[in-house]
């Protein structure tokens, strides 16, 4: 406690009159009050704590009126600061890494693919499950070889559609070897696609003729139509040497990926592919007719020897192009009207297949003039 005496009456009887109302004086007013106080009493002060606040009393010392300045007992310290609600979301602690919300690219992986080769290459993953279907249940009809030349087509229009970006023909023009030899490729199936064509649009008029020929069972007629029938079968028959090995087929494993870059690969890559299941469907459908329509008669010798090759081809015909076999028609004239009218039942259907056949084969074979012409383009531009 610090005492306080000789005080000056006008002080004395200030601090009475603004402090005797209060027991306590907060630091700023006691401040004030002791600087008006003498020097040697103002020192006492200036090394009390400056979070203090100090009180006032009144003593009866000594018979004079006294007044003590004393720190109080328990005063808490208080210190200004600023809280905010939530933490910032920027805020981590030193020791936690930031969160990155942004994608890096990193030069060591491939740019993105384009658009239409991730979809190419789904259509290309489709065909292939069509064709793994048919080994699965051993049985090829007219609606699985159709459903087969509707996703070839669809492929043919996409790989269309990527030989007319403009990477895609700077990527062509730059390999001048491959780029030729696709283009024989592609023409190679358009002329076996047009031959095709060709061939069964004279099945179908054959087989209009020999429906009338069935109804009046004239057996010469329907002589001349089996004729022609195996003579289209072994026409179309040649049409599958003659694109079972392309040049493009497996080129797309040789591409330079040190000096061309992650594009022209993945599109040589592409090419390859359609090219692979183009062949893939294309044998399947001229194995499939020449298996169904081809003479079945042989000499007892002949068959012994080719028993094992007739057993892995019986599966390869399609079902509804071997309702209608040659011993059935022939000698139509001792058959019974039950007979025949069952024989021109079947004719009917075998007509509807082909027609069917037709109809999808000639969207493929647009679909690879459509294909060529766009490849031509990137020639020229």
């Not at 942004?102 to 030069?107: L, M």
């Amino acid at each position: 406690m610090y005492i306080l005496t000789e005080l000056n009456k006008n002080i004395v009887g200030e601090i009475r009159k603004q402090l005797f109302s209060k027991n306590s004086v907060t630091l700023p007013r006691a401040h004030h009050l002791i600087l008006q106080l003498p020097k040697p009493h103002q020192l006492a002060y200036i090394n009390a704590p400056c979070s203090s606040s100090f009180t006032i009393s009144k003593s009866n010392h000594h018979n004079n009126s006294l007044f003590s300045l004393s720190p109080p007992r328990m005063v808490g310290v208080f210190r200004r600061s600023l809280s905010f609600p939530n933490k910032p979301c920027g805020r981590s602690s030193p020791s936690s890494k930031p969160r990155v919300s942004h994608h890096t690219r990193s030069i060591s992986l491939p740019c993105r693919s384009h658009p239409l080769i991730s979809h190419v290459n789904h259509e290309i993953s489709q065909l292939k499950s069509w064709f793994s279907f048919a080994g699965e249940t051993h049985s090829r009809t007219t609606s699985w070889i159709t459903d087969g030349l509707s996703l070839l087509k669809d492929v043919q229009e996409t790989l269309a559609d990527i030989l007319q970006l403009p990477q895609s023909q700077e990527s062509l023009r730059n390999r001048p070897v491959f780029f030729e030899n696709l283009l024989e490729d592609l023409l190679r199936f358009v002329d076996a696609y047009g031959i095709f064509r060709t061939s069964i649009l004279c099945l179908r008029e054959h087989q209009s003729a020999a429906q009338v020929a069935l109804r009046k069972k004239d057996d010469e007629k329907i002589a001349s139509y089996l004729k022609s029938r195996r003579s289209l079968a072994r026409d179309i028959a040649k049409l599958t040497s003659s694109i079972r090995e392309p040049k493009t087929k497996h080129q797309h494993c040789h591409v330079d990926n040190v000096n061309g870059t992650y594009g022209d690969a993945e599109l040589a890559s592409v090419i390859g592919d359609v090219i692979e299941v183009t062949v893939l469907v294309s044998v399947a459908l001229f194995n499939g007719v020449y298996l169904s329509l081809r003479a079945t008669k042989t000499t007892p010798f002949i068959g012994f020897l080719k028993r094992s090759e007739k057993k892995e081809k019986l599966d390869e015909g399609i079902v509804e192009l071997k309702q209608v076999e040659e011993k059935s028609l022939i000698g139509l004239s001792k058959k019974k009207n039950e007979e025949v009218k069952s024989l021109m039942k079947r004719m009917m259907e075998l007509e509807n297949s082909i027609r069917e056949i037709e109809c999808e084969s000639e969207k493929v074979f647009r679909g690879l003039i459509s294909t060529r012409v766009s490849l031509l383009n990137a020639l020229t531009h």
